[in-house]
């Protein structure tokens, strides 16, 4: 029992320091972003609360749930997001930590409702294809249980797609925003700033040139496989 | 008049802090806006003065006025926008805080003369609707009580469109730039901060999108009123 | 004598503060910009030498020419583009300061060859009408007296549009970039950042809406007589 | 053997400065880039090693290898991009140092797989025309020694152009993104910033004016030759 607790504590920090570093990484202003991390030998998910100021929240204000979003422990109601991390945590198990902002690039594609192309190596060293960019919810889905709609739909689209989420560490929401997600926190804001960067370039590429094609699955495959799986070569 | 002196002299230092804040969140340059917040008790106004330097700018420095524009209290003529401030505090009395700028994509937006769509859930977090630009004024609007008829103009606007500016913190005038309010300076310039996003990342679905539509109603409605009104379920 | 030595000093450290200030502003990287003024009691020029690193850069650094660009005074050789200032200086006599950068939106504008547009009050504030552009310089222009040429066809342009550099402090020069001037270095080096903020605007504003139009006459005359002339009413 | 050692030590200190530089203009984020530099006396190469984190990396983490790849020195495996380093090394003597990284704008544009134009005198004072992009590799050279590969086609490139690397100091990579270089790693990382601002204002330049073409030769001469060559009179 003191072991579990002790877990929790270190991940109440590990998910406040990733919420600091979403504001420092230029991904959030206000309180537009979330992070949770799941210890998934006890099925807690330690979220930041709901609408708290960035400047004065501290590690020990993140709220802890189990997999029903029960909250076990905390002051303050968790993220209103909560029921979307806790479909992601459901349904892929190799997920440790999901994060959600609205940082303007990726959020824009997400506006526009269009899939993030691979135009280049920067995006093949991470995203092992587009990013996928989810239909936009129906009527039905926004009236009732959104949020935990807004899971299901990442799902359908990954599942729709013949992907997983470790070959596609993020998505984005039509109308709404990017998901991004890691094996911990640290990782999956590192994510989450890679997509941004992607989706700038992605961006410039196509006023660069409106007639540009994604890059050839070989060069996909190179980048991607140099960086992950069994055949890797990059890093020491 | 102890007590009211107290207030005034709070609400200096809330005018003043604001003013400085949005300098900080990169909505200002050199002298380009301007805060005020209204003392409803006492109708009395607190304005930033006009073409003062905002690194030597001091609480004392705010001017004090009543609601016709005589000036209480203050070394320095308030900012040349008083006018179009205090057209505002009369026409609606929820608003406390009133903030121009010449940020630069909520400007763009208003010198393109066109209303900001309302493209994601970001932006139905906080408008609920596209934020509306006026018509340009007209030759005799300009010439004579210019200042006054901006804010005539941003009324008549609201009217025009049924809205009402608790529903919409900020308004863009066409061939100029935006205003925005709230219950005070903090969030009046909160809302300012918010419009400058929104009005970026539209620009920005627009470009990857030419053919994008605003969200649907449902998805507004959705994201307004889970943060605004007696449902609301965002924050703690 | 010595009256003029203290000037001398005096317009040195202006000099040198003014050129520390364009990158703070971040109107210039490395070397790529300068700053002088002229003392018109003794028509000496004080302007930054070429090439030399601002890091090191100190205000006894600072070059001391006469009209004809005789060196007075000074370890280095004066920048490159000493004749473009000293052709400025004898055009117009109301100038105090010149200032040259290759700030990414008005380069961006000249590199483009187009004057830009009056589409907003941010502009009207400061420039009464379009920030023109001059000609591309002619094959023996370029070849002989080259920064001479620089300076001779903004007087050109200024001269064809029947305007004066009271009016409009600053022009693009085709295929290269800005340059500003004001009554002094602090006002100078003031002017060339609106510049570029307006500049970057109207882009913004041509993006959003291609068919915008220049702002009308009386508009602009309302905003620029505001501020300037003798019915100026902003400011302290 | 104790003077080799001491040149080794100083290019250890030298090519760790410029990789930290690369994060602090804002060139790199993580661990996106790589610089090396070369003692051509004794032909031995300091590298930075593959996916260090910058905040940890220290001079003494740079490894050192010979012209064929061999580790001759260091704890770390060197950066995965070491074979396209040592291309260059061996085609070009006069190169010192060599750049990589994934900025912005640089990248935007060899994704984009368009030779950046030359359009203004920015440009002008650095490459003496337009900054290459290779054609894309073929499917054997991206699965077979493709990092020897990428900078194969860099000397195909600059070859079929006949241009040479003094008068181009950089390149961008279709898919990829740009190589810079330098007479040492202060040099090379500086043309590396100034290709990004280049690629940054040729952007703009397209967006205002889609009919602009790049500017004449005599302007090209002129900029280039003031400032390099035998007859070079920019600097001190």
Known sequence: MQAVNQKIVELKEEVYKANIELVKQGLV??????????????????????????????????????????????????????????????AYDTIGSVVHTHSEWATSWAQAGIDIPCYGTTHA?????????????????????????????????????????????????????PFGWGKDAVEAVHNMKVMEEIAKMAYY???????????????LDKHYLRKHGKNAYYGQ
Chains 1, 2, 3, 4 share one sequence.
Request: a negative charge; hydrophobic letters at 35%.
């Open 29 to 90: 202003i206000y309180t537009w972003g979330n992070v949770s991390a799941i210890d998934r030998e006890t099925n807690r998910i330690v979220i930041k609360p709901s609408g708290v100021d960035y400047d004065t929240m501290k590690p020990e204000d993140m709220v802890v749930l189990d997999l029903e979003g029960n909250i076990i422990e905390g002051n303050y109601k968790p993220s209103s997001d909560t029921p979307t991390h806790l479909a992601l945590y459901k």
């Open 125 to 177: 060293d991470y995203f092992f294809g587009k990013i996928l960019c989810t239909r936009a919810l129906t009527k039905e889905e926004i009236e009732v249980n959104y949020e935990l709609n807004t899971g299901k739909v990442m799902i359908e689209t990954m599942a729709n797609n013949s992907k997983n989420p470790d070959e596609l560490p993020g998505m984005i929401i039509s109308n709404h925003g």
């Open 205 to 219: 590429t196509e006023q660069i040139n409106r007639r540009i094609e994604p890059i050839s699955q070989v060069l």
